[in-house]
């Protein structure tokens, strides 16, 4: 089946310790997504790819970079994890066509990080 | 600045309708989606609406008013597995999607 892998699905680390999240996809979608998303909040998006084209977000902190190697994987870089990062880190794909359009993401299943 | 609200927490009873609320002021409009979250997993899709009216999916329904900017959820015939949150996401004019809190729905035997 066609989906959304994330890896691994709970992640702890220490504080200021780098990790690195990885994600893959079987739909060969044109655009993935890193999402930030703590208790009760909604998803706050960190960058998307499109294709190899990287857009981060204005408020995105430094700390956190990002890697697409070819169009089936993504991975993001926590350079210093801090208390405050702790969180559920979303991965998410959309077909990204010829047009813009409004697209509906599918997302994987996750991966909750801890720093201590 | 841009923003959407929704109830925090519903609570409804297994086999009733539940109706969950979403407001949104946006710069531009070009739909509106909403997502099931169950409690530590990833959003899943359960609908999109672009013009005014009802779209009716099995047991879920989803109404729009764009001059209202409003939607709405409907869940008939709730199950216990209907527990989770939902969330209202809306695509603005830069295609940007702006997502809401969620919608945590509680549903009591």
């Known amino acids: 089946d066609a989906m959304v892998i994330q890896n691994p699905r709970y992640q702890v680390t220490q504080f200021g310790k780098p990790v690195t999240l990885s994600c893959s996809q079987t739909?060969?979608?044109?655009?993935m997504y890193w999402y930030q998303q703590k208790s009760s909040q909604a998803p706050k998006l960190l960058f998307h790819?499109?294709?190899?084209?990287?857009?981060n977000e204005a408020d995105t902190p430094d700390n956190f970079q990002s890697r697409r190697p070819n169009t089936s994987f993504c991975f993001l870089d926590i350079r210093s994890p801090g208390l405050g990062d702790a969180a559920m880190y979303l991965c998410?794909?959309?077909?990204?066509?010829?047009?813009?359009?409004?697209?509906?993401?599918?997302f994987g299943p996750g991966t909750r990080l801890l720093v201590l | 600045g841009q923003n959407i609200d929704q109830p925090t927490e519903m609570t409804a009873t297994e086999g009733a309708i539940v109706q969950i609320n979403c407001t949104y002021q946006?710069?531009?409009?070009?739909?509106l989606f909403w997502y099931q979250q169950h409690a530590g997993e990833a959003p899943t899709f359960l609908s999109y609406?672009?013009l005014d009216g009802l779209e009716e999916k099995g047991r879920f329904s989803s109404f729009l008013s764009r001059s209202k900017g409003y939607s709405y959820l409907l869940l008939k015939e709730l199950q216990m597995k209907d527990s989770a949150s939902y969330l209202c996401?809306?695509?603005?004019?830069?295609?940007?999607?702006?997502w809401g809190a969620g919608t945590k729905l509680i549903i009591k035997p």
């Open positions: 739909l060969n979608h044109n655009v």
């Open positions: 996401a809306v695509v603005n004019s830069n295609y940007q999607l702006i």
């Open positions: 998410a794909t959309s077909s990204g066509g010829a047009q813009r359009v409004q697209e509906t993401q599918y």
């Open positions: 946006t710069s531009g409009f070009n739909g």
């Open positions: 790819y499109y294709d190899k084209d990287f857009n």
């Open positions: 609406n672009v």
